[in-house]
């Protein structure tokens, strides 16, 4: 089955996540989607809690890394640590290095106030790689 991952960075509590995932199961694609949250200094400490809750709900990978688990991902990777700003959506980049590495087939990056279209959000998405 196609992976699709979505990778995000935010400084805002991530509620859109939640209309992922409700897109995701409605259009039955739950089982081939998970999401990869990256954290910054402004990031609201209860973003942890909320990725957990929507794990727990809607049965979805969905990690979120703050600094300290970023650095933990890339400690073998130690350059490329050192080129990624702090407070800046260039941070996406850790989540994208991380999606390759576990081989997925199919990145979405989406911003902390971007919202899903009408219809089969994950569904549009497949013309990647065609």
Same mark, same amino acid.
């Given at each position: 089955?196609?992976?699709?991952?979505?990778?995000?960075?935010?400084?805002?509590?991530?509620?859109?996540?939640?209309l992922l995932c409700?897109?995701?199961?409605?259009?039955?694609?739950?089982?081939?989607?998970?999401?990869?949250?990256?954290?910054? @200094? !402004?990031?609201?400490?209860?973003?942890?809690?909320? #990725?957990?809750?929507?794990?727990? !709900? @809607?049965?979805?990978?969905?990690?979120y890394l703050d600094?300290?688990?970023?650095?933990?991902?890339?400690?073998?990777?130690?350059?490329?640590? !050192?080129?990624?700003?702090?407070?800046?959506?260039?941070?996406?980049?850790? *989540?994208?290095?991380?999606?390759?590495?576990? *081989? #997925?087939?199919?990145?979405i990056m989406v911003?902390?106030?971007? @919202?899903?279209?009408?219809?089969? @959000?994950?569904?549009?998405?497949?013309?990647? *790689?065609?």
């Amino acid at each position: 089955m196609t992976e699709t991952i979505v990778v995000s960075t935010t400084v805002n509590v991530p509620h859109f996540i939640e209309l992922l995932c409700r897109n995701a199961i409605e259009y039955n694609r739950k089982d081939s989607v998970s999401f990869i949250i990256i954290g910054d @200094f !402004k990031t609201p400490k209860e973003v942890r809690s909320l #990725c957990e809750g929507f794990t727990e !709900k @809607f049965k979805m990978n969905i990690r979120y890394l703050d600094i300290d688990d970023q650095e933990d991902a890339l400690k073998n990777y130690k350059e490329l640590w !050192k080129l990624i700003p702090f407070n800046d959506g260039v941070r996406k980049i850790i *989540g994208t290095f991380l999606a390759y590495m576990e *081989g #997925c087939d199919r990145l979405i990056m989406v911003d902390d106030d971007n @919202f899903p279209i009408q219809g089969d @959000f994950f569904g549009s998405h497949n013309i990647v *790689g065609t």
